[in-house]
């Protein structure tokens, strides 16, 4: 069917909902009539030419084998199809012979549903098709709806007809089928203000998707062809592969099998690729209905390509409970194995934040590769994503483990930036990536990037968001750009006359170039101290819920917060608990109202007290030696027992961070010769470089009873703490030296909590600098708008005019 062709058939099937429905449904609703509709129709024009043959295979059934149940092979082999209608009636026969009675025809209607194979009344009931039949039954539209539907003049069958004019009407494939289904979904989404392109992927982008996924095997595509989309949507992807590899590599000597796979959320959209795959003769059971994260539907399925454009931007938090254990992933397919800054091999998680999903989609396809043992070619994936998949998360996060992964395994093949605008529900920027686990040689350890975003076409009309798409030509050059791996750079004065860079731009790199080190950068923390009342009255407080305490505590006096008081103010104290001002979760209020918490806190503010009480309440600049008279002093008091954590609490209640103070030490440390040795080689440096990891000789910080080989380590400053990211094939130790000890004497590395991340940055490697415009341009540009303003923007500036600012500049 040509394009004018399917613009006609789509336009006549959009004015039955104008001229059928307008006082019926409200016009976003239209679609829950016309989409089943054209399902409904498009699998009746189907079955009507083999509708005697379904009926005699019934009667045979019943009347010579006498089954009570029908034999659906016998069924589907009589109808040439994957379903059937084992009813009398087809809409035309439905059309044909109704009466003026809705009713009458609601029930025939019915009854025609009820005939069909259970795959058709699965769609039947994703759509709620019975329940729209009967609206439209009693506002006494339903026979108008009909009529239009088998009108003579639209053709929804696969057989080129004539209209009662005499005017040819061209058979509509499946492949029309699939653009008329989908330029109406576009239609009705955007007309009721939706996302336009919610449930579909321009075609363009599909196609270019398939030429990078299957062209490099395209001498070598296996006789048996699996294809799965997490996402699938209509199915567009699905259909748009089978398209691809039959007409561009089509089998010689042999019939290649393709299968295809697919998962789809929304009831709506998973009937329409049902049915389409019920349409093109392939197996409906492959497509299943419901969340593809929620649910592992295809464990143990692996397949050879994968397409998808996942949704992004959307929240998983709905399918989290499925997929994590409180703050544990359960579901193996989130979770990777990944060594850490020692080369120990730990299981990470790979779960993005909740508010953006995509990435597990990724995982997903990834979990179902196929192995490349026993010969396998391996699997090759082409997945849809927004900028965030590329950069967000920190070293250490859902979305830089999943990079890692992708990158170390060495399974990241390409990504493709493309234009903005191109699809039909966003403006933003989106990338193609390619995945594969059998990389050929000479793309092994790389990574190709390809700056894409200047290869397009604009549309004369704007579909959506969607006003630009690319040309036949930009496909093919985009494609060759991958197949030959080629380094393409953009001449630095290569820009249109809107100022931007123009052409195709390609980088090719090492898989380590995107990852880092974050590495900790610690200072000391440096206090001073004082038993002050002040101080120490904090300690009747939780720090956690220190606002909340206050208040209680100033209202009813902490003497009297015992088990008694709790229980006989229970109702009140919970409602204080629960005010929203507080911003309590339920394990804090129910730790704010047990008197445990109160009796600790007063316990260790007695101790406190007990504390001031002998060593008085004297300002140290030398926070040490306050730790030492406490200790001294609890030493010598068997009455006062502190576990650490309280005296911890005790001691940072009663101090501060002030630059002027001592450096406070954590530990004294002696390392025997093998102990040191290990150390050092641990660390990657000699003995007296210890000192820039944290490490520093007893004898030169002032340790009066320094022994051999002991060292001071020193408490940080978590408000000091600083990190860094240093590439991955830069040296940690040489980058501080460098970098960080010129600034920062004192400061030192902590490798213990080196974290390994991932980003890319499409900015970084394809940034062109756009010269600035010079100031005679400039003058000219502000003298020609003030001469179109007749002079406003001279009197705005207080001159008499530009031409003499002008002059002067």
Request: aromatic share 10%; proline share 3%.
């Amino acid at each position: 069917m040509n394009h004018a062709a399917h613009n006609k058939l789509v336009s006549f099937i959009w004015s039955i909902a104008d001229d059928c429905l307008r006082d019926v449904y409200v016009r976003g609703k239209y679609r829950d009539v016309i989409l089943p509709m054209v399902v409904l129709r498009r699998l009746d024009s189907l079955l009507e030419p083999t509708k005697a043959a379904v009926m005699d295979e019934l009667t045979f059934q019943k009347d010579e084998l006498d089954l009570t149940e029908y034999d659906d092979d016998g069924l589907q082999e009589a109808s040439g199809y994957v379903f059937y209608n084992t009813s009398k009636w087809t809409l035309k026969t439905l059309k044909e012979t109704t009466t003026n009675s809705q009713q009458i025809l609601l029930d025939n209607f019915n009854e025609y549903l009820h005939g069909y194979s259970d795959n058709v009344k699965e769609i039947i009931a994703c759509f709620k098709l019975k329940a729209q039949l009967e609206h439209m039954a009693d506002k006494n539209v339903l026979h108008e709806v009909l009529e239009k539907f088998v009108s003579p003049y639209i053709n929804l069958s696969p057989n080129e007809l004539l209209d009662p004019d005499e005017n040819r009407l061209p058979a509509l494939s499946n492949l029309g089928m699939g653009y008329v289904f989908e330029e109406l979904i576009r239609k009705f989404n955007e007309d009721n203000n939706e996302e336009a392109g919610e449930h579909f992927t321009p075609r363009e982008v599909i196609e270019l998707m398939t030429h990078l996924i299957f062209d490099p095997l395209k001498d070598n595509l296996p006789n048996t062809i699996t294809v799965y989309d997490p996402a699938c949507g209509s199915g567009g992807m699905l259909t748009e592969s089978e398209n691809f590899i039959l007409e561009k590599y089509p089998s010689e000597g042999f019939k290649r099998s393709i299968y295809l796979y697919g998962k789809e959320i929304n009831d709506e959209t998973y009937a329409i690729c049902k049915s389409d795959m019920m349409i093109r003769g392939n197996n409906p059971e492959n497509i299943k209905v419901g969340s593809t994260l929620e649910t592992n539907t295809f464990a143990g399925i692996q397949f050879d390509f994968m397409l998808s454009n996942p949704p992004y931007g959307k929240s998983w938090a709905s399918e989290k409970k499925n997929i994590t254990d409180g703050k544990d992933t359960t579901d193996t397919r989130f979770l990777v194995e990944l060594s850490n800054y020692w080369g120990e091999i730990e299981t990470a998680d790979a779960t993005p934040r909740s508010s953006d999903g995509q990435l597990l989609f990724m995982m997903e396809m990834v979990d179902k590769m196929k192995s490349t043992a026993n010969g396998s070619q391996g699997s090759r994936i082409a997945s849809v994503h927004n900028g965030s998949s590329l950069f967000t998360g920190d070293a250490g996060s859902g979305e830089s483990n999943t990079r890692r992964y992708l990158i170390e395994n060495d399974y990241l093949d390409a990504i493709i930036q493309m234009p903005n605008n191109l699809f039909y529900n966003t403006g933003i920027t989106t990338y193609i990536w390619l995945v594969s686990n059998n990389k050929p040689v000479q793309r092994q350890g790389k990574v190709q990037l390809i700056d894409a975003s200047q290869m397009y076409q604009k549309l004369r009309k704007n579909l959506g968001d969607k006003n630009c798409e690319f040309s036949p030509e930009h496909i093919a050059s985009i494609t060759q750009t991958y197949l030959d791996m080629a380094v393409i750079t953009r001449s630095p004065d290569a820009f249109n006359a809107k100022g931007e860079p123009i052409g195709i731009a390609s980088q090719v790199f090492d898989n380590s170039d995107f990852g880092y080190h974050k590495v900790t950068i610690e200072r000391p923390d440096r206090r001073h101290a004082q038993m002050k009342d002040e101080l120490i009255n904090s300690l009747l407080f939780d720090n956690q819920l220190r606002d909340a305490m206050s208040q209680l505590y100033n209202e009813y006096g902490v003497d009297k917060y015992d088990e008694a008081f709790f229980k006989d103010n229970k109702d009140s104290l919970k409602a204080f608990s629960e005010q929203e001002a507080l911003g309590l979760s339920a394990k804090q209020r129910k730790k704010l109202l047990d008197p445990k918490t109160w009796n600790n806190q007063l316990s260790l503010f007695n101790h406190a007290k007990a504390i001031q009480a002998h060593i008085g309440n004297a300002l140290f600049t030398d926070f040490n030696e306050l730790s030492k008279k406490v200790a001294s002093f609890l030493k010598g008091h068997d009455t006062i027992k502190l576990k650490a954590n309280e005296r911890k609490q005790i001691l940072d209640a009663v101090s501060w961070y002030d630059e002027t103070g001592a450096k406070v030490i954590k530990s004294v440390t002696t390392l025997d010769n093998d102990k040191l040795a290990e150390l050092t080689e641990r660390l990657g440096c000699t003995a007296e470089q210890l000192s820039d990891f944290g490490y520093y000789p007893a004898s030169s910080v002032g340790v009066d009873t320094a022994k051999p080989n002991q060292y001071v380590i020193y408490e940080s400053s978590s408000d000091l703490r600083d990190y860094e990211s240093i590439p991955l094939k830069q040296s940690i130790h040489q980058y501080y030296l460098d970098e960080v000890k010129p600034h920062v004497d004192e400061a030192w590395l902590d490798l213990e909590g080196v974290k390994i991340g991932y980003e890319v940055s499409f900015n970084k490697y394809f940034y062109q600098h756009k010269p600035l415009r010079s100031l005679s341009e400039v003058a000219n540009e502000l003298v020609e708008l003030d001469k179109q303003a007749d002079g406003l923007i001279a009197q705005i500036l207080g001159v008499q005019s530009l031409d003499s600012v002008k002059e002067q500049l």
